[in-house]
């Protein structure tokens, strides 16, 4: 009985120690672009979900209160995504004719394997 009890510790211990801990990068985008005759700017992220018109509001809310996250300026949008974990990979700006400019900013950030495969199941 005692050899019994001894195997499956030591077998629940290796499956606990055998946990994946690889972690994967994944990417988001950031757009902010001017609206027009404004000083205020619309900010979009995009985590790479599927978007589609009839598919519910993906857009980014409060974790606590559930509220719409609305950002001041372009650098309070930065800074909320630095302190989500994000870091900053690539910034340009795209100018669409004479219209405000549209700035693009890439954000990467690791997540462990596990973590991206349920939520990749979960779609």
């Known amino acids: 009985m005692k050899l019994f009890l001894v195997s499956i510790f ?27 005759l404004s000083s205020k700017v619309t900010i979009d992220v995009n985590f790479g979900e599927e978007r589609r018109f009839f598919s519910g509001d993906k857009r980014m809310r409060d974790e606590v209160t559930g509220k719409l996250k609305k950002f001041n300026s372009v650098v309070d949008a930065l ?34 394997k596990n973590e991206v495969m349920k939520a990749e199941n979960d779609k």
């Not at 290796?14 to 027009?36: H, N, P, S």
Request: proline content about 3%.
């Open 79 to 112: 800074n909320y995504m630095g302190l989500q974990g994000w870091s900053l990979v690539n910034a340009f700006p795209i100018s669409e004719g004479t219209g405000p400019m549209t700035y693009h900013y890439y954000f990467k950030k690791l997540f462990a």
């Open 10 to 36: 030591m077998l629940s211990t290796k499956v606990i120690l055998a946990q994946d801990t690889t972690k994967v990068e994944q990417y988001c985008e950031l757009v902010a672009q001017g609206r027009f």
